[in-house]
């Protein structure tokens, strides 16, 4: 039965796509009556900003005629996108970064040519309204504020329109704007899948816990640093000293400066870590897991992971072949000493995102402003009860997405990066 009213959507959506008018159609589901507008003819195309070819800032095209996204299953939503987060993935994701694995994610059978992803929409946060359901998704419905971490696979953020499934996103925070909500998505779900699935803490179990994160002072460090205090956690971050301030004003305990000289020795004569997230890499695994408490179930996560370079370089089998090959022998390695090596990745998590949003809205959501270019913090004292808050370094117009682009390709961020997609209350 769900295959036939997906056929029937399908084919509805087919017809509302080549009617020159506008109507109101609507479908018994079970016992309910939904109604459903049908897509204006102009609204099969959108604005979007766009590349044709893997390459440097000068692939970025803004067009007008961008297709718009269409419900092909059940249990998608489009999204009317206000605001639109970046991240170091997006940069990375414009030059080519993970395209043999992407490319196999959305096409799992091969059946499309080479570059078929194109024109290929980036942006991984989007906060939003949903304007069209599928016929499966009872959780939402049309005028919902709602945010997610796009899947790196499918279009993304910086266009007028999104579409999604329903388990990817969640209802917006109440308390954040769109702009404010953009900046959390996906530096929430990476943390989340890194300190949870992996690391497997939780508010049940992580209280009095030490913590060490090294890169503290980006999108996911700032983030992590404020759900692990919520959560009753020590936290201690690696960072610039010009970002010290800012970190311990997010809740870090313990601030050791890398421009002072190797971390490696200050660390050294602390107190063993529980668990290390790394959102730095290189050289850090060479020493960082003597930092943590042997034979006790300590884990370091890494963020930073030769995955999809190898499946770049090496194609799809081989890469997965000496992805398995590393990280079981450095796990072995590692084991034999009493601590446990992981490799942490993003995961798209709607329930992730709700839970997320609960804790933003449990306290008075202030929003954390950093001055790009002097690094100092527009931060206010902050309430005892506050719990997350949203780390907006800069914010763009959408004209100005190569400019957004250009100061992430600058490194040293100090949070997040927000491009305003469309005003908060325009949902026409």
């Given at each position: ?158 266009a007028e329109f999104v579409v999604l499934s329903a388990n990817e996103i969640s209802r917006k925070p109440k308390l954040l704007s769109h702009r404010e909500a953009a900046a959390i998505p996906y530096v929430a779900a990476t943390s989340w899948s890194a300190l949870v699935n992996t690391g497997g803490l939780s508010k049940d179990n992580c209280a009095k816990k030490r913590i060490l994160i090294l890169g503290g002072s980006g999108g996911v460090g700032t983030f992590a640093i404020q759900m692990l205090k919520a959560w009753g956690a020590h936290v201690t971050v ?191």
């Open positions: 039965m769900s295959y036939v009213r997906h056929l029937m959507y399908s084919r509805w959506l087919f017809h509302c796509s080549t009617s020159p008018s506008v109507n109101t159609s609507v479908c018994w589901h079970g016992r309910q009556k939904r109604l459903f507008s049908t897509t204006k003819r102009r609204m099969t195309i959108m604005p979007a900003w766009v590349i044709d070819k893997y390459g440097g800032n000068d692939v970025l095209r803004f067009t007008k005629n961008a297709s718009f996204p269409v419900i092909t299953y059940p249990n998608e939503v489009i999204i009317k996108v206000n605001a639109a987060g970046l991240n170091p993935i997006d940069v990375g994701m414009r030059g080519g970064y993970g395209a043999s694995s992407l490319s196999m994610k959305r096409d799992p059978l091969n059946l499309k040519q080479n570059g078929m992803e194109f024109p290929l929409i980036l942006g991984r946060d989007v906060s939003g309204v949903i304007m069209e359901c599928g016929l499966d998704v009872k959780y939402f419905t049309e005028r919902d504020e709602v945010w997610a971490a796009i899947p790196p696979w499918k279009q993304g953020s910086l690696t960072c610039s000293q010009n970002a010290e301030r800012f970190v311990r004003d997010l809740g870090a305990d313990h601030v050791v400066d890398y421009t002072s000289g190797p971390v490696e020795k200050p660390l050294g004569e602390l107190e063993k870590f529980d668990l290390i997230l790394d959102n730095v890499g290189a050289e850090t695994e060479r020493w960082a897991l003597t930092l943590l408490k042997p034979w006790s179930g300590a884990k370091y996560v890494t963020l930073v992971t030769p995955f999809l370079q190898n499946t770049d370089l090496l194609g799809i089998a081989d890469g997965m072949m000496q992805n398995a090959a590393t990280v079981a022998t450095k796990a072995l390695k590692h084991l034999v000493k009493g601590v446990h090596y992981r490799w942490g990745f993003f995961a798209p998590s709607g329930p992730a995102l709700d839970e997320i949003s609960e804790m933003v809205d449990a306290g008075q959501s202030i929003t954390v402003t950093v001055t790009a270019f002097t690094q100092q913090q527009d931060i206010r004292p902050l309430p005892s009860s506050l719990q997350i808050r949203a780390v907006v370094e800069e914010t763009f117009s959408f004209s100005q997405v190569p400019h957004a682009f250009e100061k992430m390709e600058k490194g040293h961020a100090r949070g997040k990066t927000v491009v305003q997609i469309s005003e908060e209350d325009d949902y026409s």
